[in-house]
């Protein structure tokens, strides 16, 4: 039986080994994957198990998609892995690194980096033309394609074209180290694709499932029930105003009017 698991390219660094080598390496979180739908020979055709892996945003996923995942998390990739038996599977199991370990033999598949338009030189490794007298501006080009007696272009030559993008298979690369705690793979040699780029890898054995790490419910606080301290209110003296004495009212000397 064969172990697989899907990761994300993070980026190449290198390990040292206990004899003092250093070995180039690239980096692949993977996992943990969840078994979404188990297929039969008997109602299916063929047996096949898909699995789900990395989580997104529930905003864009449409009806017939979320029934599919119903009970399960909103998984941005699903892939299908055939296998020829598929008794031990069932939906909503669990797997992680833990089913692989140091010294594996990897086979690993991505998507290649995509290099746009590309001439013969870069794309087939053609020599080019000599860089000497009456090769102007011919350095890389092509030549003749020697369709003379057919007058047409045959099926097959080698010309310029889209280059990357292509499904890679990569084999026999060897699994240095196993970090669970972050769920890291550390596989020996360069890896195909881009960074954060879907990666499949597997290899011989079997798969160990694990439990389902339960995220710790997040308590929302309400503002009415945060009390917050009390603060002991200190006593204000009061200060007493002294009034100034009112000014005697002088009594109104009234004038004598003249007769």
Known sequence: MAKFILGR??????????????VPVTVVEAGPCTVVQVKNND???YSAVQV?????????????????????????YLKEFR????????????????????????K????SKGKGFQGVVKRHGFKGSPASHGHKDQLRMPGSIGATDAARVFKGTR????????????????LIEVDAEKNLL??????????????????????????KKKEAPKVEAKAAEIKEPVKEEKPVKEEVKKEAPKAEAKPEIKKEEKK
């Open 9 to 22: 390219k993070l980026n190449m660094t290198q390990k040292f080994q206990e004899d003092g080598r250093v």
């Open 43 to 45: 109602k299916d055709g």
């Open 52 to 76: 789900g892996y990395a989580t997104k945003n529930k905003k864009g996923i449409n009806k017939p998609l979320a029934g599919h995942l119903k009970k399960l998390d909103n998984f941005r």
């Open 83 to 106: 296998l020829d038996n598929v008794e031990n599977f069932e939906r909503s199991k669990v797997f992680d690194v833990t089913s692989f370990a140091a010294g594996d033999n990897l």
């Open 108 to 111: 690993v598949t991505a998507t």
């Open 159 to 174: 010309m310029g074209g889209r280059m990357g993008t292509d499904t890679v298979t990569v084999k026999n690369l060897e």
């Open 186 to 211: 550390y596989v020996k040699g360069a890896v195909p694709g881009h960074r954060n780029s879907l990666v499949t890898i597997w290899a011989d054995g079997e798969l160990t499932f694990v439990e």
